[in-house]
């Protein structure tokens, strides 16, 4: 108990001290989420449909079309629809805000010896504590709602990214590096001209780990409030409905392959090019 104690008390401190900015924190978040979410929700299903099956057949192939339209037909005529268009656009935001951080703190590893002994074993802890600890000082920090199930999100998806885009960038082989800098480039030019293109695969490995283990929040996020498949997977749980867990467990599995395909076959490209 010495240990949680300590942080127990840190949580507080932190609560009494910087509510200001956790508020602003949770009124940015809980906007950015709400607008996806309205855009997602504006769009009529067919279009929608349309616009992720001509995203899958353009990366990912016929095969990979075929099966979002079926997917998204599928969960649109069990009635989840606009539950299944509140988890993506949790999944969106969550993921946007974990690949703005993480991408950057993947290249700082990357660059920094120093930077990397400190991160690793910060993304070491944040992979293995059980997710559901993080809904603790989400709902210290936000209150209930969506805004600390995408944050508790943002902490458990974020480790993917930023340890593959470190991998890709410290794959990147010294000759083309030493070769870069004999022609006279300057770091900022060795790093988005020849890095970053070169890690792009692996970086979009990362981005793809990202979403997943961002839709794998889904209902654990519900618990605390968020909307969307995993408040009707958690419904059908506490009442005993099999049916209904089940049908809304399957839209997330959906979701989640559809999600996979398109993003893992857009790496492949990328590393063909």
């Not at 104690?5 to 906007?31: C, V």
């Not at 805000?97 to 991160?119: E, H, M, R």
């Not at 000759?175 to 988005?192: H, M, N, Y």
Request: neutral net charge; hydrophobic residues 55%.
């Amino acid at each position: 108990m010495i240990i949680g104690q300590y942080i127990e008390d840190a949580i507080n401190w932190l609560t009494a001290n910087f509510s200001g900015a956790f508020d602003g924190i949770n009124t940015g978040m809980s906007g950015l989420i709400e607008v996806i979410e309205f855009f997602w929700l504006w769009l009529p299903f067919y279009v929608v449909i349309a616009l992720f099956t001509g995203v899958a057949y353009w990366k990912a192939g016929l095969q990979n079309a075929i099966l979002t339209v079926l997917g998204l037909t599928f969960i649109y005529f069990t009635g989840f629809w606009d539950e299944t268009m509140q988890t993506f656009s949790l999944v969106l935001a969550s993921a946007i805000i974990a690949l703005a951080i993480g991408i950057p703190l993947g290249i700082w590893s990357a660059k920094s010896p120093t930077a990397n002994s400190i991160i690793r074993p910060i993304l070491d802890f944040m992979q293995t504590m059980p997710a559901f600890v993080y809904l603790i000082p989400a709902v210290l920090f936000f209150g209930l709602g969506t805004v600390p199930g995408a944050f508790a999100t943002i902490i458990f998806a974020m480790p993917p990214v930023v340890r593959l885009t470190s991998l890709g960038i410290q794959q990147v082989p010294s000759d083309i590096v030493e070769a870069t800098r004999a022609f006279g480039a300057t770091s900022r030019q060795l790093l988005l001209k020849v890095q970053l293109p070169l890690a792009m695969p692996t970086i979009l490995a990362g981005v793809n780990q990202t979403i997943m283990m961002s839709l794998s929040m889904v209902v654990i996020a519900s618990m605390i409030g968020a909307k969307g498949l995993g408040e009707i997977v958690l419904q059908g749980i506490s009442q005993l409905r099999i049916g209904l867990g089940f049908e809304s467990g399957l839209a997330v599995v959906l979701l989640a392959i559809i999600l996979d395909r398109i993003t893992q076959n857009l790496g492949k490209k990328q590393k063909k090019a």
